[in-house]
């Protein structure tokens, strides 16, 4: 999958920004864990699909300008979803699966000065979406992109002075302005996840 325009753009952005303000620290970490997508779709009375929990993995880097609350985050996610198609909906048994590829610039607050430190986050960012449906009746692959929002929690604990372990519990939600519009509904696309990740950063500067 080609990294979309909107990643080099933010990672540009965010350099950019990093220079300007000095910042006073800088940290980078990964994540990988699972999560419950598609809940709408998933839940709607004319639900064609069950969804399979999904697979997420994740990296960030954070710059926390000096004197400040807030971090700036820069966030990538991968998360990958199996669906099948229901029985009673359908006259055919389909199956397929729905990779999606997130680049987020969010505001973070943690106070790492402690052992044990509970933080939030939260920003918006582009999702690039890769549906692609296996089935031989109606097999196709199809690629969007959709403005999407997010925001969690983040539970840490310190392992030395650079390193610590992270529970992050989150909510992510692709394309909000058209949840609320149904003429614009479609498979997959519009709709809301709960994930929940462990993790691991590191402090390099």
């Known amino acids: 999958m080609k990294l979309p325009i909107q990643l080099l753009t933010l990672f540009c ?3 950019a920004m990093a220079g300007i303000v000095h910042s006073q620290s800088l940290s980078m970490g990964f994540e990988a864990g699972t999560g419950i997508s598609y809940i709408g779709e998933a839940t709607a009375e004319s639900a064609v699909h069950d969804f399979n929990p999904s697979m997420v993995v994740g990296t960030h880097i954070k710059f926390t300008p000096k004197d400040c609350y807030f971090g700036v985050r820069l966030n990538l996610m991968n998360v990958s979803t199996l669906y099948t198609t229901k029985k009673e909906a359908t ?3 389909g199956r397929g699966q729905i990779n999606t590829l997130t680049t987020s610039l969010m505001l973070e607050h943690l106070n790492t000065g402690k052992k044990f ?3 939030y986050y939260f920003g918006m960012g582009m999702t690039r979406e890769n549906y692609i449906n296996e089935d031989w009746y109606e097999g196709k692959r199809g690629v ?3 403005m999407s929002v997010s925001g969690g929690g983040l539970i840490t604990y310190g392992l030395g002075d650079k390193s610590r372990l992270m529970l992050t519990p989150s ?3 692709t394309d909000p302005l058209n949840t609320f519009r149904e003429a ?4 997959a696309g519009e709709d809301i996840a709960f994930i929940f990740q462990l993790g691991y950063s590191y402090k390099l500067q």
């Open 117 to 119: 430190s509970i933080g």
């Open 91 to 93: 006259w055919y048994s």
């Open 144 to 146: 969007s992109n959709y």
């Open 184 to 187: 614009h509904w479609v498979q």
């Open 13 to 15: 952005a965010l350099f």
């Open 171 to 173: 909510f992510f939600w």
